[in-house]
């Protein structure tokens, strides 16, 4: 149904990594139950650490704990190059 990506946002590290992922959550697992994909949109993020990768895995799980996938666009280099350092790029694709 709807493929509208929420957004991460431009700074997101460790200090609000919990209540965003907590937002996310919530969000995505609303649009999944009422038929809507979970895609989120990282290309805003300029500013992050490796909380942010935290945050994405985290929205992973609870989808796909309700028999969802999620996609992630938009993730930036740096944060792919992160991903691959911590052994787990193919988790975000």
């Known amino acids: 149904m709807s493929a509208t990506a929420l957004a991460l946002p431009v700074t997101l590290i460790q200090a609000q990594a919990q209540s965003v992922a907590d937002g996310l959550v919530a969000?995505?697992?609303?649009?999944?139950?009422?038929?809507?994909?979970a895609v989120l949109d990282a290309s805003a993020?300029?500013?992050?650490?490796?909380?942010?990768?935290?945050v994405v895995l985290a929205c992973r799980r609870a989808v796909l704990a309700q028999g969802g996938t999620l996609r992630v666009t938009g993730l930036p280099e740096r944060a792919q190059?992160?991903?691959k350092v911590y052994g787990v790029s193919e988790l975000l694709v």
Request: glycine share 8%; proline share 0%.
């Open 27 to 37: 969000s995505l697992l609303a649009r999944l139950a009422q038929g809507g994909d």
């Open 45 to 54: 993020l300029t500013q992050f650490d490796s909380s942010a990768l935290a």
């Open 81 to 83: 190059a992160l991903a």
